[in-house]
Each structure stands twice: as C-alpha cells, then as structure tokens.
C-alpha cells in the first residue's frame, strides 16, 4: 500500500495530512531531533549574527511544532526552547517545590520533637 496524502483547505489555512509507516515516523523523529540539536548548537555560538540567530529561533519553532506530533512526550520537554516565560514560569514551579520541601522538612522536625 502506497503512502497517501491529502489537502484540507479552510479558509487561509492549508493543512497536509500524511499517512506513514511506524518506522518512516522514527526516522523522522530523528532527523527532526538530530537538526534541532545542530540549531540548539549553532545558538550557542557567538560567532554568529543576532539576525540569522532570529531566523534559525524561527526554523527551530516550526521544526519543534513538528517534533512534538512524532515524538514522545516524555522527549518533548527537552528540545522545548528556552524563552523567558518558559524560564520564570520553571523558576516559580522549583521555588514552590523548595518551600513544599521546606514546610514538610519542618512539619517533620516539629513531629519528631513532639514524639521526644
């Protein structure tokens, strides 16, 4: 059976559907992985213009919206670019775990002293 495409058009959006094989879907996986990993690389470089640096953050985007479609979620997170929302948002979630871990460290304390 031959892979079939289709088009559904709605309004200014144009949408492509793609029927693959389970096999065809992992080599996707990681060619979108193994080109991420190269932008992610390239970022990192000072060598290279602020402006192309925008472009490649916008390649990235799209090549990410494709990755989560194929990808497992529990690889998803870790090709998620880092923007200032997603860091202050990780910052509050790791400064709510730590005062959790605090309250129920002294709750303990406080138990044990009770017991003594």
């Known amino acids: 059976m031959e892979n079939t495409t289709f088009?559904?058009?709605k309004g200014d959006i144009n949408m492509l559907g793609l029927l693959i094989?389970?096999?065809e879907?992992?080599?996707l996986e990681y060619l979108l992985k193994r080109?991420?990993?190269e932008i992610l690389l390239d970022l990192t470089d000072s060598r290279i213009d602020s402006t192309?640096?925008?472009a490649m953050k916008e390649r990235y985007t799209i090549l990410f919206s494709l990755f989560k479609?194929?990808?497992p979620k529990n690889e998803?997170?870790?090709y998620m670019l880092q923007t200032p929302y997603n860091q202050n948002k990780r910052r509050k979630s790791?400064?709510?775990v730590l005062t959790l871990i605090l309250k129920a460290d002294i709750l303990v304390n406080v138990a044990d002293a009770a017991t003594n």
């Open 94 to 96: 790791r400064k709510i």
């Open 35 to 37: 080109e991420m990993d």
């Open 52 to 54: 192309v640096k925008r």
């Open 7 to 9: 088009t559904l058009i």
């Open 25 to 27: 879907m992992k080599e």
């Open 76 to 78: 998803i997170m870790s």
């Open 21 to 23: 094989k389970e096999v």
């Open 69 to 71: 479609r194929v990808a």
